[in-house]
């Protein structure tokens, strides 16, 4: 079955670094979708990538699809405190409306 | 309703007992789904329900999980017989389906954690 890896698993970063976190699928994929989990919450939904190539920002946040639609990766510029939490990737497949999700990176800050 | 309401928030049952899990989606989203976490793991598929269609068991682990699912409401999981390798968050989301694609992100409950002890 599909299976969709992050890399790195943990990611620790001082306060106005950058943080970029990498997600790859053994299938190519209809889309890809990126959820943000803080510590003790629910992931939270921050945007789906469709097109080959596609780029995509939010404020200092950039996601990019790949060409061949088997990986994405999650830049963020300048992090701060507020962006501690766990990222997950999800993939879907075609044909198919589940998501897998990927394992995750974990990003602390050290202020 | 505004959000993915689930109960009960948490729930500490002993071994070879069943619990009963509720979700209540997003009012118009037709689309549920359940996953489970395990503590600092990742989000782990069940089942997926989409309108009047089969729903995607795929993911049940073994035959003592099943879920069910009434119209475009309300869904339960059943753990039947728990094990304490049971013991995780279960989270439900919904989704707005849209031409036949579910083009929006899913919105999650906050969760039931399930403690078998």
């Known amino acids: 079955g599909q299976q969709v890896m992050q890399i790195p698993q943990y990611q620790h970063v001082q306060e106005g670094e950058d943080f970029t976190t990498y997600c790859n699928s053994s299938?190519?994929?209809?889309?890809i979708q990126w959820y943000k989990q803080r510590p003790g919450g629910h992931p939270v939904f921050l945007i789906q990538?469709?097109?080959?190539?596609e780029v995509k920002k939010q404020k200092r946040l950039t996601f990019q699809f790949g060409e061949a639609k088997k990986n994405s990766s999650l830049h963020i510029t300048a992090t701060q405190t507020t962006d501690v939490g766990t990222y997950f990737c999800?993939?879907?497949?075609?044909?198919?409306?589940?998501?897998?999700f990927g394992t995750g990176t974990r990003l602390t800050i050290i202020p | 309703g505004a959000g993915v309401s689930q109960s009960p928030s948490n729930k500490v049952t002993e071994k070879g007992k069943d619990v009963e899990l509720r979700c209540d989606p997003i009012?118009?989203?037709?689309?549920l789904y359940w996953y489970r976490q395990r503590l600092g793991q990742g989000l782990e598929f069940l089942i997926y329900?989409?309108?009047?269609?089969?729903?995607?068991k795929s993911g049940l682990p073994s035959d003592r999980f099943s879920a069910e699912r009434t119209g475009e409401s309300v869904s339960t999981l059943t753990i039947q017989r728990t094990q304490q390798e049971d013991s995780a968050v279960y989270l439900c989301?919904?989704?707005?389906?849209?031409?036949?694609?579910?083009?929006?992100?899913?919105?999650f409950g906050s969760g039931t954690r399930l403690t078998v002890v």
């Open positions: 989301a919904s989704s707005l389906v849209f031409g036949g694609a579910a083009n929006y992100g899913y919105t």
């Open positions: 299938t190519t994929l209809s889309n």
């Open positions: 990538l469709v097109k080959s190539g």
């Open positions: 999800a993939g879907k497949d075609f044909g198919n409306e589940k998501l897998t």
């Open positions: 009012s118009g989203h037709t689309a």
């Open positions: 329900f989409q309108g009047n269609s089969a729903p995607d």
